[in-house]
């Protein structure tokens, strides 16, 4: 197995889909976890006979073509049973009490932006023609961003003439593009403001109009987003079996404490910034065993952050400084509600977005994201639901506090106060409650701070100048949400399927 061990930290969805695609191709793969659970923040846990999900409640991707539709084909596994969102999203603005209702149908969602957002229908027309150039470079598997000649070329093979029409587009935000279109709509700049944080972790002033082309285009068909039979948990479990039937080995309760670089020989000096991945030093929770695992390729399935915390010394000047400039990210609250079915409206969908006052940001607990469980899809014992809300909070007010029980129960009950506004929340049909903060995050899942969600996409981070998967270092590899394209399940699964065809490249020189 000369140059062909690899170690994979972290058993996230992308850290899972790397390791699998790379035990198929004949690598010998470790993948270490410090949780009890695969899965990362699309994970889930269990109170009561409820099953909820603990960040990501929602996929895109499965339809043919799409990324974890390509990935299961070629690791030989079903893909999980799946409901589509029809509606994708059921949005409500403050004071009104009929939803904008994201449709799967394309000509369905045209006539409900016509009625809710008059004469903004170029603007539309803009996204959707940049969303199916940029969709189509994508699905040809571009390198972004590129950071070597073998890179360059990958990109190079996705262009096509209608790729080059994105390009004046390259340094232009959402914000920008409303106003170009003369769009002062407070409704329409409040609905985008409050999906795009869902996509981008910023609103429509900050977030890139490229990017936000493809995040407020992919839930309609023939793409469109889905609901996991079960929990999002049958994603990382379909993946664990195919690497145990690939040879790949899993490790639970095993934490990463450092990366380990070996020096740069002379005749690397010159590929290579400073460094060749050479080992990895591992903690096994239960038995308290230290060692050194060595690995001619590391995949990294953490936040840009863990990383340079994992390097420590060995970090690149300038990486660490790039990261070090990074604005600060978002973290979440997160309320879990185990109720019987009474709570719960006639024909709820199984999304929805509320926001509470205008003058208010769309985080704390002004905004929702609240996703509810359907009946017979194994999230819920009968006669029950659950209901999973969550909002961006800043993580320095749970890290900088005294009272952080206060805080916690004061956020709970504020937010139990606001969804009770559409779901009848008396305390007899309440069964179980739960709350998960930024600490809980950092607790279970080991990201920094306990930051979700991915860098936000701004244009100084999106896509072509955002962090690549082939970091500074030899032979290290980068995927998880801080690498293009960033959030969600279908975009860590790109990024590993990138990183995947690197290492095969440095197995086969490219000249």
Wanted: hydrophobic share 40%.
């Amino acid at each position: 197995m000369d140059g062909k061990r690899v170690v994979v930290v972290g058993a996230g969805i992308g850290g899972l889909t790397a390791a699998a695609l790379l035990a198929q191709r004949g690598y010998a793969v470790q993948v270490f976890e410090q949780a009890l659970v695969p899965g990362g923040c699309a994970s889930t846990f269990k109170r009561r006979g409820f099953t909820f999900d603990v960040g990501a409640t929602q996929v895109a991707g499965l339809e043919p073509g799409g990324i974890h539709h390509r990935v299961f084909a070629e690791l030989g596994v079903a893909l999980p049973a799946a409901t589509a969102c029809d509606p994708a999203c059921a949005v409500f603005l403050p004071g009104e009490r009929q939803p904008i209702n994201v449709w799967r149908d394309p000509e369905r969602w045209q006539a409900e932006r016509q009625r809710q957002f008059p004469g903004s229908e170029p603007f539309w027309q803009l996204l959707g023609s940049l969303f199916r150039y940029s969709w189509a470079f994508q699905s040809r598997d571009p390198v972004l961003p590129p950071r070597s000649v073998w890179d360059c070329w990958r990109l190079a093979q996705a262009l096509r003439p209608d790729t080059l029409l994105t390009l004046p587009h390259t340094f232009t935000t959402v914000g920008q593009m409303l106003r170009a279109y003369g769009l002062n709509d407070r409704r329409l700049k409040t609905f985008l403001d409050m999906q795009l944080k869902l996509y981008s972790q910023v609103g429509a002033d900050q977030t890139a109009l490229l990017y936000a082309a493809t995040a407020l285009n992919v839930s309609q068909q023939p793409q469109g987003l889905s609901h996991l039979q079960g929990s999002m948990q049958a994603l990382s479990d379909a993946l664990v079996q195919a690497l145990a039937q690939q040879g790949g080995k899993l490790h639970l309760r095993h934490t990463v404490k450092q990366i380990k670089p070996e020096p740069a020989s002379a005749s690397t000096r010159a590929t290579t910034s400073a460094a060749t991945s050479a080992a990895v030093e591992i903690c096994n929770q239960k038995t308290g065993k230290t060692w050194t695992e060595p690995a001619d390729h590391i995949v990294a399935n953490v936040t840009v952050q863990n990383l340079v915390q994992l390097l420590g010394s060995a970090a690149p000047a300038g990486y660490r400084q790039r990261v070090e400039r990074l604005p600060a990210g978002s973290g979440a609250f997160v309320i879990y509600l185990g109720v019987e079915q009474a709570a719960i409206p006639a024909d709820c969908p199984p999304h929805l977005q509320f926001l509470y006052d205008y003058d208010e940001p769309i985080a704390e607990n002004n905004s929702l994201f609240v996703s509810v469980s359907q009946p017979g899809d194994g999230r819920a014992p009968a006669g029950c639901a659950t209901i999973v809300a969550s909002s961006f909070t800043n993580p320095d007010i749970w890290w900088n506090t005294t009272e952080y029980a206060a805080l916690k129960q004061q956020y709970t009950d504020q937010a139990i106060a606001r969804l009770s506004g559409y779901f009848d929340l008396d305390p007899q049909h309440i069964i179980h409650i739960e709350a998960a903060t930024p600490r809980s995050f950092a607790r279970y899942t080991a990201r920094d701070h306990g930051i979700v969600g991915g860098i936000g996409q701004r244009v100084p981070t999106f896509g072509p100048f955002g962090f690549a998967t082939r970091t500074p270092i030899r032979n290290l590899w980068l995927v998880g949400d801080s690498t293009h394209p960033g959030e969600g399940t279908a975009g860590v699964s790109y990024a590993a399927l990138t990183a995947v065809q690197q290492i095969e490249q440095t197995a086969t020189p490219f000249y």
